[in-house]
Structures are given as C-alpha cells and as structure tokens.
C-alpha cells in the first residue's frame, strides 16, 4: 500500500462519500438528535425534552398500529412477490408462442408510476361499478368495498404492490436463471427427476444468491412503497391500512409535527439496522466467496 | 416436460400475463372512450382522444415532461460519475479506512433518502435549495446500490490489463475511462434502466420539496392533477398517465432483449 | 427549450439567494387550489390576466397547487423554505394553522377607508364565521362551498316517489332511500337510496347531520372542541345507522372521488356532495337532477367549506397593498359571478347575486340558488388550532365507528380525549 494509492484512494472516494454523508449519514443522526427535541412552531422555538417524544410514541396507538401494519405488509407482499418472480421467470425463460407479450405484460408495473396506476386499482376496486365488482356481479356476488373496510384495506393495498413489485424482480431472475447451465437440468431430467424436484434441488439453490439480493430489496420496498396509500386509503379507515413512512409523512408534512416524525424515523432507522444486521453478514459472504 | 405439462404452464403464464397487463388495458380502454364509458365496457363504445386533448389542456404536462427529464438525466449523469469514481477505488485500491467506508456506502442500500424525508428537507431548506430540480436530485447522486454494482463488475476485469496500461504510463482516470468503463458497458445500461424507472416514478420526495410548476415532476403533477375534490376523471386521468409514461414503456419495449441481457452479463444475480 | 430553462433555474436560484431582500415590488405570487374539476384553473389564469391588464405595473404569477391539501402543505412548505407567496388561496379552516405558524398578516391593517370596511363587511356572515378571530379579519371567502343534496328524479318516480320532492328530514330520507334501494333476486344491491361520501374527510359532510342536530363542533376561539357532545354521538348514530339499519346506505367507508360517478351510473339515488360540484354533474347526469338543502332535523343546517384568500408575511408593503387591491378586484361582483358560473362555488357577497349576469344564469339554472339560500343556515366549517391533526382525530373516530371498530359513543369520547391534550396549551393566556 503506497502512499500515492491512498490518497489517490481517497480522492476517488470522496465525491461520493461527501453526497452520501450529507444526504444520508448526517441526517441519519441528526434525525436522532431531533428526536429529543420539541417541534419548533411560528411562535416557539424548539426546546429539549429529552425521552418526551419516546413515552409519546409507547403510547400512540396509531403508532402501533402502523407498526403491525408494516409487518404484516412485510410478511404479506415479501414471500409472495419473490414466489410470484420466480414463476414469471421460469414461465418467460423457456420460448413459446406470445413470449414477447409475456415478458412485456410483468413488466408493465415498473415503468408505470404507482402513484397514477393507484387511480386504476381504484376503480377495480370501486364498489358497484368498479371492475371486481362487476367480474364478481356476473356470479351472482354482491357489491364489496374492499378498500372501505377495515379487515380488507391493507390487504389491497398489499395486492397493488406485490403487482408493482413481481415484474421488477422477474428481470433478476430471468438474468441469473439464464446463468444455470442447460446441461444440468438436462442431466437430471435423464436421470428421471420431474419438473417440481428439478426446481426444487436444483434451480432453486442456484437461484439463492439471487433471493438473497432480491429479498433485501423487497424488505426496503416494504418500508419505502406509500405511493398508492395516497390515492387508494389515505391510510383508512381508521389508520387500518397506513404504514409507518405515511405516517411520518402525515406527521411531519401534515400536522408540520417535525420532532415527532423525526422520532418516527428512528424507529424506522432501528428496524431497518436490525434487518441490516441479520441480512447484510449473509449478503456481505455471499458477496466475498463469487 | 410433457406437452401436457407445457401447454398447462403456457396458459398460466398467459393467464399471469393478462392480469399483469389489465390496469394497462383499462388505462387505454378508459383514454380513447369517452368518459360516459369509463364503467362499461361495450364493444360499440364511441372512440375519440378527446381525453388527450383535455389532459394536455388542463395541465403543463410538457413542463412536467421536461422537468422529469432534466431530474432523471441529471440523476444519472451524477451517479454514473460519482459511482465509478468510488467503485474503483473500491475495487482496486488499498487505503486505510477503505472497510468503513465501504460499509458506509452499504449502509445506504439500506437507509434509503426514501426514509430520511424529514431531515433531508431540513437540510435542503438550509442549503436554500427548496422548490429546485437539484433538490429533488440531491440526495440520490450518490447511490451505494450503484457503487456495489460497478465494484462488482470492476472487480472481475483482469489486472493484465490494469498493468499492461499502466506500464504505457496511463494514469489512473485514463485507466479506468479506457479499461474498466467499457468492460462494464452491461452493468451501466442495467443499472441505468432501473435507475431511470426508479427516478421517473418516485414520488414521496418530489412531492415535499417541489412548490411550483417549474420544477414539479411528472408524478407530483400526475397526483395533483387527479385528487381533485369533486370526483375522480378516470378517462382523463388515465389519457395523462398514458401519455406521461409512453417514453419509458416504448424505451422498455424496443430494449427488453438488451435490457435483460445486460442484467444477465452483469452479473446481477 | 434548454436554455431557457436554465436561465429560469440561474434566476430561481438567484432569487432563492435573495431570499430576504424584497422583490420587485409589484411581483406577486399567488397559489391556488383547484378543488372543483373543469374550467376553475382556466378562470383563474383568465382573470389574473385581465387584471394585470387593467393594473400594468403588477405582475401576478399564479401557482396551481393541487388540492387544499396539496396547497396549504405547498403554502407552509415554502413559507418555511423563505420563499411564501405573496397571498394564496388556501381552506377557511386552515386560519388558526396559519396563524399559529406565524405566516400570514390581518386584512385589517390595509382596511383604511369607509369604502374599504363597507366591503369587509358585505360578505355573508356565514362565511365570515371562518375568516375571523379574536376581533381580526384573516381570510377573505372567495372559493367558498357549502354541501347539498343531489337526487336523480327518473330514480325517485321509478321508486313511485314524487321526482321533484326531496327528503325535507332525517327520516324522510331514511323512508325515501328505502324506497330507493333495490336490490336483485339474491339480495344483492343494485341501487342504494343515499351516498353520503366518508372517505378523506367524513367531518365535513358529517358536520351536516351534527349541525342538523343543533350542535356546533368547535368554538370560534379554535381551542375547544366538542366531540362527545350526545348530540354528535346521535348525529353519528344516525350516519351509521343508514347503512347497519336500515341498509339504505353502502356499508363501510364510502369514497368522495367516486361518488359523482357513482351517482351518474345510477349505483345511488341521492348524493350528498359539494355544491362546488354543481357544473360537472349539470354536464354529466345522463338523467333528469334535483337539488335541494340538506335535509332537517332538529333544525336545517349544512358547514360551509372551501377557500379563503391569506396575506403572508415576508412581504413588503407595496407587495401586500398590490395584494389587497388585486383581492378587492376579483371579489368583486363582475368576477366574482365569472367564478361563480365556471365552477359553482357560491359567490361569498349578497352583490354578486343581484348582477345581471347573475340573475340570469339563475333564471337559466335555478339550482345554484339552493346553497346560496343554504347559507341562512350554515355554520363555521370545523376549524381549530392544529387543525389537520384535530380533524384527523376526528375522522379516524367517524370511521371507527364506521366500519364498527367502535360504538359511536366511545370513538367520540377518545377523539374528544386526544384533541383535549392537543388543544390544552392553546387555552392557556386567552
């Protein structure tokens, strides 16, 4: 190790490191540095409180609320957009007739914003005359209001953004599915292995560094993903299907209660390390052993 | 796989396809129909882009255009920069500190400006930067998920070749301009492909640090343009997402063999 | 196109330098909401043109920020950035918010003349309610609204009903939606009797029925609210009860956006809905409309709603006299029945009303005199200190109650615990 190789080090890292520290290191601690402060208003400054914002937060039931909400959106849209990714690849990794339409078609969600397809999931989800209802109609269902009721609001919420997200992570796989050599599954198929066990004990493991890469995405895509929340629920009824980034925007962009969205953050921040912790060492071996 | 097999997975994937591709379908269905049939779907239905014409009038969508284009182009341009810089001291050079920062840069594919809303605003009011383009920008110049991306690819290029240059006495930028940017070639249109998508449609954070019609993104003017408080113009709102999203998804479908390629070559797996 | 635009960010950039310094003096920024779809952009951009037409040494850039909500967030944002527009059209009830931020200056400071205080004084009280506090005038009404009842008369002889008689109480309109609810072979419903939209901002409408139930929901100081009040607790029981009782009503949260489509496919006979949205259904009903005031109670009643125009501070004299002036003109009955008559917000002085023009888009459109007769009855929108997080208690207990997460009584006693915690430091020193 030179000298001149680390100052030359330095300097190529510096430009990006000066973005990154103002843009997400510094206000990473400085979020908790606010978090022990009072919301500064036209006519008060800001004053330190100390733990006032966290005894607040303990007994905040919306917070809770969106808390187990994210959660559940977590739970609900990670496994099931990732599964739905590997069968979109495995279905647009081998040639048939309308491939091209079908590779176009779980890919339309990642060039549309969310934020105006919202609009459209809307009126699928209209009662009455919205599309579900209408499908359903022609069964003899009656009307439903998916989006009105407390049990069903977040689960369509979550149903928009696995749509959102499968396509995007498709393209992950189809790239490393394409990776697999042919002669594998072609070994294993004359030795008799059907199509489930080949996927199962072949392509999957060899798939794994792929999930690993996607599932770290999707997690962040669980805290991050509130666009449609706008349009669709406002985060209703009743707080049933708001999420913990809505709610620090109402917080803080809304109500204009600043400390308290910055008390918000660090919990997002806290959750988002413990998951950096658990993900980022299994990430980090697989990225060192390639 | 037997024919059965085969023609059951190709229904469901054709299946999987029209379900993926219906609010698609509806957007268009709803934009070239007047607005009377925006709930029924009867084949004899009127066509007219008079939708279109009634989007364009009600906003400066073209502003909205421009400034989307001017965020993403200058999104890109700074990450590619910045992004390579760093990658390749990552990549190939030793340097005390070089773990920490490394794991500092990481941490952002974690800690997304996506999150720290609150106190990147406060930050863009002090620099004085409220209601600009370069403050939507800002904070996503610098990308750790890009840094990663390029390391990984500069760390497969041989170290021949790094020497062979140096020993003609090429410097260090003109080593990594001519040697290592074009083996990378894959990764940067992947990377920027979901780069623009990314930027093209984000929301949350233009939407608090833009005031005005000068620098408001698509998706800002989008939202505006459809909460209106008497009631919902899906024929107009969706002729608007329709024409507000026609670049990307031409872009996608004149590059989506590229574009898969490159993911596969660069090694994003 | 590139050049420009960079001269156009040099300049933003130059003025955000300024910062402080006062800028031209006759250069005035205007935000404004467009609540109400259609032409309300075009009339603005319209009318702004004409009076720097009539006024060349004033130059106004009008912003079109999106809906009140949109604007009054912009409005803050940008007062906090250093860089508050000069006046802004933003909701009535965000006055105390305004004030409480330090952003925006009395009228009553460029209220010099006899002349001037006549006009202060000719808007409906009703409306004044909202634009006034503690002895000072803020807001000056200008988009203002007030909700009615919409009924589709082919609907109401369909049901064997009288087309042109809409429910005149609470259980009329309880009889009438049973009458008007049909329901297919499998009981499932093809037509509801009532639509009253609670999705976003329930309190509105919502304020309606307590207001029919004699009970007002916040004091005009804005520091005290009213929540558990028996009386809101009936209001809301009856709200419930349309849907959990007497199925006249589609149950669970009911979306605002919606609602005006819904009504044009024949999914509701009545609606409850802004009469700011008066032109889009006249333009969209394929079907023979009525409109009428909400229906009574213990009394008639409806909140008014809508937008006021606000003075910022940050700006220099000239700039807020040019303000004043600009705001006189537009406000004045010629405009003010272009406004009017483009979008269906009810013109906020008696004067407007007894314009030619006027009188005869009313002889024309009979319709557009039920709010401006409604406005006898109306009461202040509900408006208090932290007023977005207030309201948002409270609509988060509406819709508790709603969906039947909660009984009536008991969300309204928690809304009314939290907004007391809420309000107490703004009770102190008044």
């Not at chain 2, 909205?64 to 590619?80: K, M």
């Not at chain 3, 918010?97 to 200056?105: A, P």
């Not at chain 3, 004091?219 to 929540?227: I, R």
């Not at chain 3, 969209?284 to 709603?305: C, I, Q, S």
Request: aromatic share 14%; proline share 5%.
């Amino acid at each position: 190790m030179t000298r001149r190789d680390w100052i030359h080090g330095w300097l190529l890292v510096l430009p990006a490191m000066a973005f990154l520290v103002l843009f997400t290191h510094l206000p990473a601690i400085t979020t908790i540095w606010n978090s022990f402060f009072s919301t500064p208003r036209g006519r008060r400054p800001a004053m330190f409180v100390g733990l006032d914002n966290y005894e607040r937060l303990l007994n905040d039931p919306i917070f809770w609320k969106v808390l187990t909400n994210n959660l559940w959106f977590a739970l609900g849209t990670i496994p099931t957009s990732i599964a739905l990714a590997i069968a979109m690849a495995l279905f647009v990794n081998r040639r048939f007739m309308g491939r091209g339409f079908v590779r176009m078609a779980y890919f339309t969600p990642t060039v549309l914003p969310l934020i105006a397809v919202a609009n459209i999931w809307l009126f699928f989800y209209t009662p009455g005359f919205g599309l579900i209802d209408q499908v359903i109609g022609l069964f003899g269902y009656g009307q439903t209001n998916l989006l009105g009721e407390p049990d069903t609001a977040l689960a369509a919420i979550m149903v928009v953004t696995i749509w959102k997200e499968a396509g995007f992570f498709m393209i992950f796989y189809l790239a490393a599915l394409q990776t697999i050599p042919p002669q594998l599954t072609e070994a294993a198929r004359i030795e008799g292995a059907n199509g489930w066990t080949i996927f199962r004990r072949i392509t999957f493991p060899l798939l794994m560094p792929t999930t690993l890469f996607v599932s770290v995405n999707a997690v962040i895509n669980s805290f991050r993903l509130v666009d449609h929340i706008f349009i669709l629920t406002g985060g209703g009824p009743d707080n049933a299907s708001s999420l913990l980034l809505f709610y620090i925007y109402e917080t803080s962009f809304r109500f204009w209660d600043t400390a308290y969205g910055a008390t918000l953050t660090v919990v997002m921040l806290a959750l988002l390390c413990l998951l950096a912790i658990g993900q980022f060492f299994f990430f980090d071996r697989k990225v060192h052993y390639k | 796989m037997t024919s059965l097999d085969r023609w059951l997975s190709n229904a469901a994937a054709i299946l999987l396809a029209l379900l993926w591709v219906l609010p698609l379908i509806y957007a268009i269905w709803t934009a070239i129909h007047p607005a009377a049939y925006e709930a029924r779907f009867v084949l004899t239905a009127p066509l007219s882009l008079e939708n279109f014409v009634k989007a364009w009038d009600a906003a400066p969508f073209a502003r909205y255009f421009l400034n989307t284009f001017i965020l993403v182009t200058t999104i890109l341009i700074g990450q590619f920069i910045l992004c390579t810089l760093a990658a390749y001291a990552f990549a190939r050079y030793r340097f005390p500190g070089r773990n920490i920062l490394f794991t500092l840069v990481l941490l952002q594919l974690l800690v997304m400006p996506d999150i720290l809303i609150v106190e990147n605003y406060r930050m863009i009011r002090s620099l004085g930067l409220v209601d600009t383009i370069s403050a939507i920008a800002l904070p996503y110049i610098a990308s750790g998920f890009g840094v990663f991306l390029i390391r990984q690819s500069f760390m497969t290029v041989p170290r021949e070749l790094d020497d062979a240059a140096r020993i003609e006495g090429a410097g260090a930028l003109s080593i990594l301009w001519r040697v290592y940017v074009p083996l990378a070639k894959p990764i940067y249109l992947a990377y920027g492909l979901v780069s623009v998508s990314h930027h093209w449609n984000n929301f949350l954070w233009p939407l608090i640090v833009t005031n005005s019609e000068e620098t408001r993104p698509v998706t800002v003017g989008l939202s505006i343009f459809s909460t209106s408080d008497s009631g919902i113009e899906w024929s107009v709102i969706n002729a608007a997402t329709l024409m507000t999203s026609a670049p990307l998804l031409i872009a996608f479908l004149l590059f989506q063999r590229q574009f898969v390629q490159s993911f596969m070559r660069a090694g994003i797996k | 196109m590139f050049a420009k635009f960079f001269q156009g960010a040099a300049m933003t950039a130059a003025m955000a330098i300024a910062g402080t310094l006062p800028a031209k003096a006759t250069d005035l920024q205007f935000y404004f909401p467009v609540a109400v779809g259609g032409g309300a952009a075009e009339t603005i951009e319209s009318l702004t043109k004409e009076y720097m037409e009539l006024n060349p040494g004033v130059n106004i850039d009008a912003v079109y920020a999106g809906s009140y909500q949109d604007t009054i967030t912009k409005v803050i944002t940008a007062s906090r950035g250093g860089n508050a527009p000069q006046l802004s059209v933003a909701l009535s009830v965000d006055m105390f918010t305004l004030i409480d931020e330090d952003l925006i200056l009395p009228f009553d400071d460029f209220i010099k003349t006899e002349e001037d205080q006549a006009w202060l004084d000719s808007f409906y009280p009703a409306f004044m309610e909202n634009s006034q506090t503690g002895g000072k005038t803020y807001g000056i009404p200008f988009q203002r609204s007030t909700p009615v009842l919409y009924w589709n008369k082919e609907a109401f002889a369909a049901a064997g009903l009288d087309p042109n008689t809409p429910p005149a109480n609470w259980t009329e309109m309880v009889e009438m939606g049973k009458a008007l609810t049909k329901r297919d072979a499998n009981g499932n419903v093809l037509q509801w009797g009532v639509r009253i939209p609670t999705s976003g901002f329930p309190y509105w409408l919502f304020q309606g029925l307590t207001t029919q139930n004699d009970v007002i929901l916040a004091n005009s100081d804005g520091n005290q609210t009213n929540f558990d009040d028996p009386k809101v607790v009936e209001a809301l029981e009856y709200l419930v009860s349309l849907s959990e009782e007497h199925g006249v009503m589609e149950p669970g949260i009911v979306e605002w956006g919606a609602t005006p489509k819904a009504f044009f496919e024949g999914q509701t006979a009545m609606m409850w809905t802004t009469t700011g949205n008066l032109t889009n259904v006249r333009k969209n009903a394929p079907f023979d409309f009525g409109v009428a005031m909400l229906p009574a109670n213990k009394r008639r009643g409806a909140p008014t709603g809508g937008g006021n125009f606000y003075l910022f501070k940050g700006t220099s004299d000239e700039q807020l006299s040019a303000s004043v002036d600009f705001i006189k003109w537009i406000t004045e009955p010629e405009q003010s029945a272009k406004w009017t008559m483009a979008t269906g917000y009810v013109a906020p002085r008696p004067a407007t009303w007894d314009t030619d023009t006027m009188k005869a888009y009313a002889k024309d459109f009979p319709p557009v005199l039920v709010a401006r007769d409604q406005l006898e009855f109306a009461v202040a929108e509900l408006s208090t200190y932290q007023n977005q997080r207030i309201t948002r208690i409270f609509n988060d207990a509406l819709a508790a109650a709603i969906t039947g997460q909660k009984d009536p009584a008991t969300a309204l006693q928690e809304a009314q615990a939290q907004a007391d915690a809420i309000l107490k430091p703004y009770r102190v020193g008044q």
